[in-house]
């Protein structure tokens, strides 16, 4: 007799334990660990559904009272056995239940119709054929003699003709098809279609010689894994010196030996060019998984690698868990990124659970960045990663010459546009000579600090070194708060630096950049890129593929403008508001903005062409800006890494937040305050909080958050699972809800 355990898929804590069930003999075949479960479930046996995690033939219980399973689901992607061990690994170090690191794990899960494709193949010899044609040409049967006639003329006598073409050309009907297969005369020929999201990508590569650098780093990597040696590397690489080739002949190399490869992009904005690059060196081994696709196509990517007809997945966060069986090699490029931590629980990042599982299957991890996170940098120096270096632009290019301009200065000379003096001069030259120009604006409109524009100084909290967050009454900013201490003042009605009335929020949006473009310049074409004019499947491939084939002049666009798109034609790039990034209220603030101006001046100069970079700030002596106009990462981790050690940040300490949610203020509150005093005396935890989190409310619920500082993960992990456990213990109402994450920003 076989027994399951199983994990029912409900998120509740008091759920998130096994559930044996006996697995009837007819459903042994299907009943395998992964797979999807009817079940009964409690008093009234309600049928729910749930994940095998583990068989065995022991009852755990009395086995009178062990229930039926009452059906596998068969359609659906099962999870692998070390997905399960992986999904576990995700639980205990992010937090959640069993349960939501098992969807994580399995992107895919929805029943989908299986796409069927049908052939109409002849059984005669074409010359019987023409005979049975005559046959029923003579008793007037048109529709059987028109059939018969497509199959004659077909191409490829014996491959028949495609059912669907039949029907649609040449009126053919089911059940007519159905009795001339009855007769002996034709056979219909079903096989499974996957669906293709890039069926109209066409294979042609084209030879690539390596430099000396991009060389070395190849017979590094290769060499080590050929040893048997897997490891993480840190790729790290200038913009455009060749990262990308360095992935392709790491990834040939692995699949020459049999084994399969992983590829992270930060978000759909890469697709196009990199699923290009990849398709025209490897072909139809190659497919994508990304958030726009149909559910179908989703799914059945997924199938082709779970049936091995591919090699190679190319996608974000969610592509880290193609069912691959001989996984090899898990390259994640623009590492940085913040798109690769999960914003829904359990909170873990793509970095850190790609290391995880390349362990479990002995494969190797390459990390690529022209400006490397933090945390990547930092195990390098540990030891932990190895690092590769690649300090020149493949093919000879140059790094773009940078400009910074002061926008305080700007204003003293009276130039109240957003593009100064410098800027528009240079891009008057651009349209004069027909080359492109990006205009990059650093944070998509949001008002998320108060400063001044005379001065340039950003109200900040005195305790954190993060800027304070506007909040408003009635449309108007009354108070200015810090998200991790509480820290709060009133809204200031004149700078607190230079008493300049000129202090406010601000606030940008490309619409509007994309508006006073096309009244500065009037005649050129100009394009925005964003969240908003990127809808639908296509959205970012089309303005990319317009601005590529040069059917404009100005790309106006927010940071998925910067990632990884090379154009030949771009030699100016114009960063609009190089500090808003610095302002946002986070400990990663400067470093996100290093990276971000880093790889926007980047796009510049990828062709033959010289390009240039104009960086517009209020900031220009901050060392983020300066280490980006400078292209000089070194210099800014240097500085970086020290205000980390001084206020013990990640990388050199540790963070776990704790989120408190509930519709009913008072409750949340009580409850942050509840579980703050349980962290309260923690030794070697510095506990910060509770206050409002940075979005205070959302659809209607509050958030408080908690934040408890160590050097030591494992201390982390322990309060992390004490909390849960009172959490557990204690019983939440429907009404209130926790959710953890660690090194969250």
């Given at each position: 007799m076989l027994f399951a355990d199983i994990i029912i898929d409900i998120s509740v804590k008091s759920l998130d334990r096994p559930f044996q069930y006996r697995v009837p003999d007819p459903l042994q075949a299907d009943a395998v660990i992964g797979a999807l479960v009817d079940i009964p479930f409690g008093k009234g046996n309600r049928t729910v559904q749930g994940y095998i995690i583990g068989l065995s033939d022991q009852a755990k219980f009395d086995i009178r009272r062990t229930k039926d399973i009452i059906a596998v689901v068969k359609q659906g992607v099962v999870a692998q056995s070390h997905l399960l061990s992986l999904a576990y690994w995700i639980k205990t170090h992010y937090g959640g239940t069993m349960n939501d690191a098992i969807k994580a794990v399995m992107p895919v899960r929805r029943e989908i119709q299986i796409k069927e494709k049908k052939r109409v193949i002849p059984i005669p010899t074409r010359e019987d054929l023409r005979k049975i044609r005559e046959e029923l040409a003579g008793k007037h049967q048109t529709a059987r003699v028109r059939i018969i006639d497509a199959l004659l003329q077909a191409e490829d006598y014996a491959d028949g003709m495609d059912y669907d073409v039949l029907c649609k050309a040449h009126k053919a009907t089911l059940s007519v098809l159905r009795a001339m297969q009855d007769k002996g005369w034709i056979r219909i020929e079903v096989s499974r279609s996957y669906r293709n999201p890039y069926h109209t990508l066409h294979a042609a590569d084209k030879e690539v010689i390596l430099n000396e650098q991009q060389q070395k780093a190849v017979t590094q990597i290769c060499g080590n894994m050929d040893a048997g040696q897997q490891q993480v590397y840190l790729?790290?690489?200038?913009?455009?010196?060749?990262?990308?080739?360095?992935?392709?002949?790491?990834?040939?190399?692995?699949?020459?030996?049999?084994?399969?490869?992983?590829?992270?992009?930060?978000?759909?904005?890469?697709?196009f060019q990199t699923v290009q690059r990849f398709y025209a060196r490897f072909g139809d081994r190659v497919s994508v998984m990304h958030s726009r696709l149909s559910a179908g196509e989703r799914y059945d990517q997924f199938e082709r690698a779970q049936t091995g007809e591919i090699d190679i997945m190319i996608g974000p966060r969610s592509a880290l868990f193609t069912p691959f069986e001989r996984l090899g090699i898990i390259v994640m490029d623009e590492e940085h990124e913040s798109s690769y931590q999960s914003e829904n629980v359990p909170k873990y990042h793509a970095r850190e659970v790609a290391v995880q599982r390349a362990k479990m299957l002995g494969a190797s991890v390459l990390l690529g960045s022209a400006t490397p996170s933090l945390e990547a940098y930092y195990h390098t120096t540990t030891g932990e990663y190895t690092r590769i270096e690649l300090t020149e632009r493949a093919g000879g290019a140059s790094l773009p010459r940078v400009e910074i301009v002061d926008l305080r200065e700007e204003l003293a000379a009276k130039n109240f546009s957003i593009f100064s003096r410098s800027l528009t001069g240079k891009i008057q030259k651009r349209l004069e000579r027909g080359e492109q120009t990006i205009l990059f604006l650093n944070r998509r409109g949001f008002a998320g600090f108060v400063s001044c524009r005379k001065c340039g100084e950003v109200v900040g909290c005195p305790h954190c070194a993060v800027s304070l967050k506007p909040h408003s009454r009635a449309g108007k900013v009354t108070h200015l708060t810090c998200h991790y201490c509480g820290y709060t003042i009133p809204m200031p009605q004149t700078c607190p630096s230079c008493g300049s009335k000129y202090i406010g929020t601000f606030g940008l949006g490309t619409e509007q950049v994309e508006q006073m473009a096309?009244?500065?310049?009037?005649?050129?074409?100009?394009?925005?890129?964003d969240a908003d004019t990127t809808g639908g499947k296509e959205g970012h491939d089309r303005i990319l593929k317009q601005f590529a084939a040069g059917e404009a002049d100005i790309l106006v666009g927010t940071q998925m403008i910067v990632k990884g798109h090379d154009f030949a034609k771009v030699t100016l790039v114009g960063i609009l508001a190089a500090d808003l990034s610095l302002n946002?209220?986070?400990?990663?603030?400067?470093?996100?903005?290093?990276q971000l101006l880093a790889q926007a001046a980047g796009r510049a100069g990828r062709g033959d062409l010289a390009g240039e970079v104009v960086l517009q700030t209020y900031q220009p002596e901050h060392y983020s800006i300066t280490c980006a106009a400078d292209q000089n990462y070194v210099q800014f981790y240097k500085?970086?890494?020290?205000?980390?050690?001084?206020?013990?940040?990640?990388?050199?300490?540790h963070i776990l937040g704790v989120l408190v949610l509930s519709k009913d203020e008072a409750l949340a509150t009580s409850f942050a305050d509840e579980l703050a005093d349980m962290l309260r005396g923690t030794e070697g935890l510095v506990l910060l909080g509770p206050s409002e989190a940075p979005i205070a409310k959302l659809r209607d619920v509050y958030r408080y958050m908690i934040?408890?500082?160590?050097?030591?993960?494992?201390?982390?992990?322990?309060?992390?699972?004490?909390?849960?456990?009172?959490?557990?213990?204690?019983?939440?109402?429907?009404h209130l809800s926790v959710q953890f994450s660690f090194d969250h920003e």
């Open positions: 790729l790290h690489g200038v913009t455009g010196s060749g990262k990308t080739e360095v992935y392709m002949q790491c990834i040939e190399h692995v699949i020459r030996s049999g084994r399969q490869a992983i590829v992270l992009i930060p978000e759909i904005a890469l697709t096309a009244s500065r310049f009037p005649g050129a074409r100009v394009l925005r890129m946002v209220g986070d400990y990663r603030a400067a470093e996100r903005t290093y500085q970086e890494i020290l205000m980390r050690q001084m206020l013990q940040y990640p990388p050199v300490s934040y408890g500082k160590s050097a030591e993960y494992e201390c982390l992990v322990r309060e992390k699972d004490r909390l849960e456990q009172y959490i557990r213990q204690r019983g939440l109402s429907e």
